[in-house]
T-cell receptor, first 116, second 112 residues
Framework: GAVVSQHPSWVICKSGTSVKIECRSLDFQATTMFWYRQFPKQSLMLMATSNEGSKATYEQGVEKDKFLINHASLTLSTLTVTSAHPEDSSFYIC????????????FGDGTRLSIL | SQQGEEDPQALSIQEGENATMNCSYKTSINNLQWYRQNSGRGLVHLILIRSNEREKHSGRLRVTLDTSKKSSSLLITASRAADTASYFCATDAKGSNYQLIWGAGTKLIIKP
């Protein structure tokens, strides 16, 4: 089946550090990748949609300069949390789509980010 | 992107019993999908049901879709302790650029 690899699984770092999270589709080409944020005991909140080779589309309220997204190839998207602060601590999850609306999204295992 | 509603919010049952979770949505859809999330992990796709389908089965899972009521249900039969997880429904709305609209989720606990 389709596999999406996300790493790191968890990060603990000091306030002010920039953190990069990678999302790779291992056995399929992902024309579209999604980045979500999930707070404890809540549903997924879409942050941005990224299409290969073009700029990401951010959801309302998500700071583009804070959460930099790059989708340089059909198998890799990265999310960089710049100058992270404690309020950025959260669970970040990526998913990938082949672009077929009748196929499910395939999810990475998530990244637990803790900013001290 | 969160417009769906799920109920119950939490469900605790004995192993071996059946578990039913419901999902309602607001817009016209291409399909509706159910996912499972174990604590601290990513989401695992369970079943996708298209808007022109009414029922779908996969192993111990049965999903129904009623587009007139804009609702769906997920039935897990003969539950096992390993079914303990959060379950989310998500709809692929028409014209949504593949974005999914997520329900709030149901926390299912199976007691051994």
């Amino acid at each position: 089946g389709a596999v999406v690899s996300q790493h790191p699984s968890w990060v603990i770092c000091k306030s002010g550090t920039s953190v990069k999270i990678e999302c790779r589709s291992l056995d399929f080409q992902a024309t579209t990748m999604f980045w979500y944020r999930q707070f404890p005991k809540q549903s997924l909140m879409l942050m941005a949609t990224s299409n290969e080779g073009s700029k990401a589309t951010y959801e309302q309220g998500v700071e583009k300069d804070k959460f930099l997204i790059n989708h340089a190839s059909l198998t890799l998207s990265t999310l960089t949390v710049t100058s992270a602060h404690p309020e950025d601590s959260s669970f970040y999850i990526c998913s990938a789509s082949t672009g077929d609306s009748n196929q499910p999204q395939h999810f990475g295992d998530g990244t637990r980010l803790s900013i001290l | 992107s969160q417009q769906g509603e799920e109920d119950p919010q939490a469900l605790s049952i004995q192993e071996g019993e059946n578990a039913t979770m419901n999902c309602s949505y607001k817009t016209s859809i291409n399909n509706l999908q159910w996912y499972r999330q174990n604590s601290g992990r990513g989401l695992v796709h369970l079943i996708l049901i298209r808007s022109n389908e009414r029922e779908k089965h996969s192993g111990r899972l049965r999903v129904t879709l009623d587009t007139s009521k804009k609702s769906s249900s997920l039935l897990i039969t003969a539950s096992r302790a390993a079914d303990t997880a959060s379950y989310f429904c998500a709809t692929d709305a028409k014209g949504s650029n593949y974005q999914l609209i997520w329900g709030a989720g149901t926390k299912l606990i199976i007691k051994p």
